[in-house]
Nanobody, 120 residues
Framework: QVQLVESGGGLVQPGGSLRLSCEAS????????MGWYRQVPGKEREKVAAISRHGNLYYADFAKGRFTISRDNVKRTLYLQMDRLDAEDTAMYYC??????????????WGQGTQVTVSS
């Protein structure tokens, strides 16, 4: 079993930045891919970014150039640096441990989510 706990969400003004963190515990190793997803009410959860076992990166088109995913395997922590945020980035953000080494793998375990609200 894997436990994932996100933090770092909050209220930010348009153009601002936030850094999300996801601490992993339990039966997890640094050999699996991990990712960030987001969801707004009434819409499907969408993939934001992912990082493979070997550090290969995936970004959704809306995240390219603004968001940066990274991981610290020693700390068992996944990060998402989000810059130049706008109102459309408002969502619940979820961390996921993927079911494989590649960033294309399906999510297997989820965190509880952290809310990001972009508003003036």
């Amino acid at each position: 079993q894997v436990q994932l706990v996100e933090s770092g969400g909050g209220l930010v003004q348009p153009g601002g930045s936030l850094r999300l963190s996801c601490e992993a515990s339990g039966s997890i190793t640094g050999t699996l891919a991990m990712g960030w997803y987001r969801q707004v009410p009434g819409k499907e959860r969408e993939k934001v970014a992912a990082i493979s076992r070997h550090g290969n990166l995936y970004y959704a088109d809306f995240a390219k150039g603004r968001f940066t995913i990274s991981r610290d395997n020693v700390k068992r922590t996944l990060y998402l640096q989000m810059d130049r945020l706008d109102a459309e980035d408002t969502a619940m953000y979820y961390c996921a441990s993927l079911d494989g080494a590649g960033y294309y793998s399906d999510p297997k375990y989820w965190g509880q989510g952290t809310q990001v609200t972009v508003s003036s």
